[in-house]
């Protein structure tokens, strides 16, 4: 079994910055994708931005340029660095993995328990 347990998150003003964590626990062979969702009340569920096993990377238009997702494959550990946060970026963030396991070698999609951000005044 695999957990993905979230940190970071929290009330900011607008233009502040936040830094999220996600890492990974658990019968881990490797981590393909992983990436960071978010859902504002009312609304669906929606991806920010994803980052590869190779590095690559992709985001949500409304967040180019503000934020940016990395990770560190040696502690199974995702980051989004948020910045010049607007009130329209306030949602729960969930993180979410592609994830091969130990036993047996099988890739699992996973689900972090979401953290809130509000970005207001």
């Known amino acids: 079994q695999v957990q993905l347990v979230e940190s970071g998150g929290g009330l900011v003003q607008p233009g502040g910055s936040l830094r999220l964590s996600c890492a990974a626990s658990?019968?881990?062979?490797?981590?393909?994708?992983m990436g960071w969702y978010r859902q504002a009340p009312g609304k669906q569920r929606e991806l920010v931005a994803a980052i590869f096993s190779g590095g690559s990377t992709n985001y949500a238009d409304s967040v180019k340029g503000r934020f940016a997702i990395f990770r560190d494959n040696a502690k199974n550990t995702v980051y989004l660095q948020m910045n010049s946060l607007k009130p329209e970026d306030t949602a729960v963030y969930y993180c979410?993995?592609?994830?091969?396991?130990?036993?047996?070698?099988?890739?699992?999609?996973?689900w972090g328990q979401g953290t809130q951000v509000t970005v207001s005044s």
């Open positions: 979410n993995a592609d994830v091969v396991g130990t036993m047996p070698l099988r890739e699992y999609n996973y």
């Open positions: 658990g019968s881990i062979f490797t981590i393909n994708r």
